[in-house]
């Protein structure tokens, strides 16, 4: 009876991470695809200081997302990206991104940064970015 129990748990444990990637927003360690929300835009992001984690939606063409601490530095979001991270590559390839904060998803454009006052408050082998406000297009 122990064995079968067991066996029951490990296989339900099985089925539910295996479809975790299928969701649409990011789960733990899983990334999810196109984040939704309103869609809003903003001038800055100095309300950002209320929230811990946002969502980032990266590669435009085929949409995927992660949760990333929420890195706030004079009134600018800023987010890093460790090597050999996926969601790091497609952003150096396409630097249009959607922020979603909440419930609210805001377009914005990532800079990567090259400041030593903004790198040294981040681990030395990440590439970091400044997450700019952009105007959606009409």
């Not at 992001?45 to 435009?60: C, G, I, M, R």
């Not at 805001?106 to 903004?118: E, F, H, L, Q």
Request: charged residues 20%; glycine residues 4%.
């Amino acid at each position: 009876m122990f064995t079968t129990r067991l066996v029951l748990m490990i296989s339900v444990l099985i089925i539910s991470v295996l479809s975790l990637p299928g969701c649409q927003t990011p789960v733990l360690v899983f990334a999810g695809t196109s984040l939704k929300g309103e869609l809003k835009e903003t001038e800055n992001f100095e309300f950002a200081s209320q929230f811990k984690t946002l969502k980032l939606e990266v590669n435009p063409q085929a949409p995927y997302s992660v949760i990333l601490r929420c890195t706030l530095i004079n009134e600018h979001i800023y987010v890093d990206a460790a090597p050999n991270r996926r969601w790091g590559q497609y952003l150096f390839e396409n630097p249009l991104v959607r922020v979603k904060l909440g419930a609210d998803l805001y377009p914005a454009t990532a800079v990567r940064i090259s400041d030593p006052d903004i790198l040294q408050q981040f681990n030395e082998d990440r590439a970091v970015y400044r997450l700019d406000p952009r105007q959606v297009s009409p």
